[in-house]
């Protein structure tokens, strides 16, 4: 079944590029933000606040995106030694340790200088690191920090007292930002920022659905990772909106013409959890060799479940702020989480599910051996659980992954075919 | 009360696990402070839960609440009994709960789902997870699929300690909790029957206060293994045993002769989570530290007292909101490195002995900036990591003589 191609992964070309193009400015922009003229605002993915900063004048830094782009780009680990040094210890989150030891290290990076935060936004949304992570960044830099408490979600429907308690924090946020800039909060402009989030998030939702079709025109983890830039990063402006216009229209393309992300899909997979970014090239050959494609993926919808409805609205601009606040991936209770994934293997009609748990994320990874349980056991769906790290490199070991991938792929075979189910990942 | 053979029902075969009578009368018929004392330590190293199996026989029910702080008035108002609980301890062998878990993960998280999974805490009839960290906040997600038929519930504890909307929220949050535990067999909520509770929680809070105070003041009077014996009881006995108990105790406490001897007064921080064994309380006191505050056992001092008159669902909320406890699973409300200057100072500690537990995230990073602050200071620690299932420390021993040795005689 191995398939002998080793094809490099194709991407959608105008779309690749634009996002790289966007992905430069973004760090050149930042590298001459700071200070009152463009202030800066440190902000997490989950739950967060973008389009209010935005709208206040501010630069928004997301250490987590900085902390995967290092490791992607193969720079992380100085700058978890160097946060080591510090005495932060092996178990404290990669994405922490990368951004505090580049912190002290000036905050220079191959893609341009990080500047320091005026301005600290926590959005408590479903990862309690976040509240000790910016603790540490307000001590060190004692500029005002603001916690956005979010509520775990642990009903399927959004419970009116979290809704409540949310629109009063981000009343509160707005009247500290004028207290801090001197300016006054626009509601209009806020609505038209919305309407410029509203149209990326209904493309993006068009891209990860297209992960239906047979074959695949997308890959929902590997490539989607790369196009999820502007959703978290750059959402409110026309030009995020217009960037997942030309991802749909190629991936239109990729329909009509054929050429799909591997050239014959063999397995159709779910992946629920974090890539191991210092290794990204390599696991994701390891999925290819074997015609295996991601039809839907978790990770994606960490800064918000935009597929399932959470979406900004202009004409509920508060509401629709809180409501998607909520909706961040992890800040979902594991009965939703295993719903939702259940629901994936179902309308993706895929074959199985791989679980990457990471060594750092508590938050994603608690409770994922259970997890590959109930799918193996109750809903008889193969699956494969995987640990490695998504920024420490010395926590990926690429001849156990590779076996283990190796064998569970093999054994996907026969099952397909109506033979033993497979022993690996069981 | 006598030992019986162990075996958990459903589970692996156990040690002997003590039995009590129904109403727990052994504890007070102790005949001395130092036997009392034995007797919680044998309690503590059971991990059948032997004085809840008891108390449940005839019927009644208890919950169970899992670090740090959940509002255990709240749970004993509806007519249950509020239980802490702090994992398996060194006696619980993890066979099922590494698989369901995953690595890198605490022992208190894994030992605790160990004995769910082994029928270890089939005498409870709901469960407590507060968002005190992520694995607390997913032990909650397992448990409710794994042990059909009893209520679990996440609760939701606030991080933003400056809105006006916090309070509310808290005591919408709280009322969550009642209806589930009402369906986990709960009287119905009445506010008379918490203001009730919430008087015989503050007169256990004063005692505990009380306790920690003279051991604090006259460390020669109670060990920090006998102190923590006295309030790990508080959280395992119902309050109407242990509040006339512990009036005992501190007339027996303030006839101790005071002795003294050369000790490093010091500051505990770390373990308010997954507690070490008593083996190692036992050890650093034995290597020549007085510990003068610490940190085990948050739940019963959280807040001073919680204020009665009034809507008591409102005041227990607030307690939690206006609390100034400053530790590593709650947004700090100053500068961490304030903070802890001014818990060395308000014990007059000489040093710092940090004991975080392996894979706990909250209590390691504070580290750092605690560490930074004592720099600046010139005041001495020490940083030992500790798992809840260690049984040999001879490493830490040596770092705690040495550390002692080289304050003491600097």
Redesign the interface.
């Known amino acids: 079944m191995e398939s002998t191609a080793t094809h490099a992964p194709s991407f959608l070309n105008t779309a690749r590029e634009q996002q790289r193009t966007m992905v430069e400015e973004y760090y050149a922009d930042l590298a001459k933000a700071g200070g009152p003229k463009k202030p800066v605002a440190y902000m997490l993915v989950g739950g967060n606040l973008t389009e209010i900063v935005r709208s206040f004048g501010y630069e928004v830094v997301f250490p987590e995106i900085v902390a995967l782009n290092c490791a992607i780009k193969h720079v992380s680990l100085p700058n978890i030694l160097h946060a080591e040094a510090?005495?932060?210890?092996l178990?404290?989150?990669g994405y922490?340790k990368n951004d505090l030891g580049l912190q002290e290290l000036g905050g220079e990076t191959p893609f341009g200088r990080i500047p320091p935060p005026d301005l600290l936004v926590c959005s408590?949304s479903g990862?309690?690191?976040y509240?000790?992570?910016w603790?540490?960044l307000?001590?060190k830099y004692g500029c005002p920090l603001f916690?956005?408490?979010v509520?775990?979600m642990?009903e399927p429907e959004v419970q009116a007292?979290?809704r409540?308690?949310l629109i009063?924090?981000l009343k509160?946020f707005i009247a500290l930002l004028e207290r801090i800039t001197g300016r006054s909060f626009d509601l209009g402009e806020l609505r038209r920022v919305l309407v410029q989030s509203r149209r990326a998030e209904e493309g993006w939702v068009r891209y990860l659905a297209s992960g239906r079709h047979r074959p695949s025109p997308i890959e929902a983890y590997f490539e989607a990772v790369f196009y999820m830039f502007p959703i978290n990063v750059l959402r409110g402006t026309e030009r995020a909106a217009e960037f997942y216009a030309t991802v749909n229209t190629e991936v239109e393309q990729r329909i009509r013409s054929g050429q799909y992300p591997v050239p014959e899909e063999k397995v159709r997979l779910v992946v629920e959890g974090v890539p191991p970014y210092p290794s990204y090239r390599t696991f994701w050959d390891f999925f290819r060799k074997w015609g295996a494609v991601s039809v839907a993926a978790t990770y994606p919808k960490v800064g918000g479940l935009f597929d399932q409805g959470f979406l900004h609205d202009p004409g509920r601009p508060f509401e629709s702020i809180a409501d998607y606040s909520l909706a961040a991936y992890?800040n979902q209770?594991?009965?939703l989480?295993?719903k939702l994934i259940a629901d994936y293997v179902r309308d993706y009609q895929a074959d199985a599910v791989l679980i990457h748990?990471i060594?750092s994320?508590?938050?994603f990874?608690?409770?994922?051996?259970?997890l590959r349980?109930?799918l193996i056991h109750d809903l008889h769906v193969p699956t494969l659980?995987l640990?490695s790290d998504h920024e420490d490199p010395r926590y990926f070991a690429p001849a156990q992954i590779k076996n283990r991938m190796d064998a569970f792929f093999e054994s996907l075979g026969p099952r397909r075919e109506g033979g033993p189910p497979p022993t690996e990942g069981s | 009360m006598q030992e019986a053979p162990g075996s958990g029902p459903g589970g692996p075969e156990l040690p002997a696990s003590l039995e009590f009578s129904d109403d727990l009368t052994e504890f007070l018929r102790q005949p001395s402070l130092d036997q009392l004392l034995q007797l919680a330590r044998d309690v503590v190293l059971d991990p059948t839960y032997p004085t809840v199996r008891a108390w449940t026989r005839p019927g009644r029910r208890a919950v169970g609440c899992f670090p740090v702080y959940t509002p255990q008035e709240l749970v004993h108002a509806l007519g249950l009994l509020p239980v802490s609980l702090h994992g398996g301890g060194e006696n619980v062998e993890i066979s099922h709960a590494d698989a369901a878990l995953g690595s890198f993960l605490c022992s208190i998280s894994k030992s605790t789902l160990e004995l769910a999974l082994t029928a270890r805490l089939a005498p409870f009839r709901a469960f407590i997870f507060p968002y005190i960290c992520d694995v607390s906040r997913n032990l909650e997600g397992l448990f409710s699929r794994l042990m059909p038929g009893v209520e679990t519930h996440m609760l939701h504890l606030p991080q933003n300690f400056r809105s006006e909307a916090t309070l509310p929220f808290l005591v919408a949050e709280y009322r969550r909790l009642i209806a589930k535990l009402e369906k986990a067999g709960g009287e119905p909520y009445r506010p008379e029957r918490l203001e009730a509770s919430i008087e015989l929680f503050n007169r256990q809070r004063r005692q505990v206060g009380e306790l920690t105070a003279t051991k604090r003041d006259h460390p020669g009077k109670l060990t920090l293994t006998e102190s923590y014996l006295l309030r790990r009881l508080g959280g395992l006995l119902p309050r109407e045993v242990h509040v006339p108990l512990m009036d005992r105790v501190r007339s027996e406490v303030e006839q101790r002769p005071a002795r003294t001897k050369d000790v490093l007064r010091t500051l505990l921080v770390g373990p308010f989570c997954e507690q070490p064994t008593l083996d190692l309380i036992d050890l650093i006191e034995q290597a020549g530290c007085s510990i003068v505050d610490d940190e085990l056992l948050q739940v019963h001092r959280w807040y001073g007292s919680v204020e009665t008159g009034g809507d008591p669902l409102v005041n227990l909320a607030r307690a939690y909101v206006q609390s100034p406890v400053d530790i590593g699973v709650r947004a700090a409300p100053t500068s961490k490195g304030e903070a802890i200057l001014n818990r060395v100072s308000a014990a007059g500690a000489q040093g710092v002995i940090f004991l975080t537990a392996k894979f706990c995230e909250p209590a390691l990073e504070d580290v750092v900036l605690y560490r930074k602050a004592l720099d600046r200071q010139k005041i001495p620690y020490l940083h030992l990591e500790f798992d809840e299932r260690s049984t040999t420390f001879e490493q830490s021993r040596l770092q705690l003589e040495t550390f002692v040795e080289s304050v003491l005689f600097d």
């Open positions: 510090q005495g932060y210890g178990d404290v989150c922490v408590f990862c309690y690191v509240v000790k992570w603790e540490a307000a001590e916690v956005l408490d509520p775990y642990r007292e979290d409540t308690y009063a924090q509160e992890v209770s594991w009965p989480r295993r748990g060594k994320c508590r938050s990874t608690a409770g994922q051996g259970d349980d109930w659980y640990e």
